[in-house]
């Protein structure tokens, strides 16, 4: 198993660009969420599913969109970049919600 | 709502000594509570949780923890320190009665074990 998997490791780009950080995972897991980190705040929730085609918002929800049409993949996209979104980005999944959560190695983002 | 409190920011402690790092929940219902680490550049990775049962669950590289439920407390241990466990920690809790909303982690603690 490759576990969760993320890309890109890394991101460059500017204000008002838009881009997709992909998120998979080969665990047959039915949660996926993605959180960004921030210093001094922890891990934020952005969006979480619960299963194929469910979805909904977490705590900074403001600017991302996801969808989740099949199991294994968990897309965030950004719509128009901002500076306030340089952050390191984390998708996780877990058989349940009773179940830890699995994480991925992280996309560094940075928005100029 | 389930919040979480990670109230120390750093902890330092000598290599071979003991080490706590602590942890205070709130929820409506029932707890369930989880440890996490994260080494530099990585993703976090799972210590330890708490379902129900015994209060004192024990975890991976041996760390254990101590649920209270009187003090809404979930502190983390270790007997004995090594340079290695220096790491930023995440206690996380979900809440039974909140349905399928996800984790929610407080804003971690940086250990640093000292030589």
């Known amino acids: 198993n490759a576990g969760v998997t993320q890309t890109p490791k890394f991101q460059v780009l500017k204000t008002g660009q838009s881009m997709t950080l992909q998120c998979a995972q080969d665990?047959?897991?039915?949660?996926m969420s993605w959180y960004r980190q921030d210093p001094g705040m922890g891990l934020r929730l952005i969006h979480y599913?619960?299963?194929?085609?469910?979805?909904d918002q977490g705590e900074v929800p403001n600017g991302y969109n996801v969808s989740r049409s099949t199991t294994e993949d968990f897309p965030l996209r950004l719509l128009s970049a901002a500076p306030s979104q340089t952050s390191v980005y984390f998708c996780a999944s877990s058989y349940s919600g009773l179940n830890e959560q699995f994480f991925g190695p992280g996309t560094r983002l940075t928005v100029l | 709502a389930q919040s979480v409190a990670q109230p120390e920011d750093q902890v330092n402690v000598a290599e071979g000594n003991p080490l706590t790092v602590k942890c205070t929940y709130s929820v409506s219902g029932n707890p369930y509570l989880f440890w996490y680490v994260q080494y530099p550049n990585r993703g976090l990775q799972f210590l330890l949780k708490?379902?129900?049962?015994?209060?004192l669950v024990k975890g991976s590289y041996g760390f254990e923890a101590e649920f209270n439920k009187s003090q809404t407390s979930f502190h983390l241990k270790k007997p004995s320190a090594l340079v290695s466990d220096s790491a930023l920690y995440f206690c996380a809790v979900r809440d039974l009665a909140s349905g399928n909303t996800p984790l929610v982690f407080g804003k971690g603690t940086r250990l640093s074990v000292i030589a």
């Open positions: 599913s619960v299963g194929a085609g469910i979805t």
């Open positions: 665990m047959n897991h039915e949660y």
């Open positions: 708490y379902i129900t049962g015994d209060n």
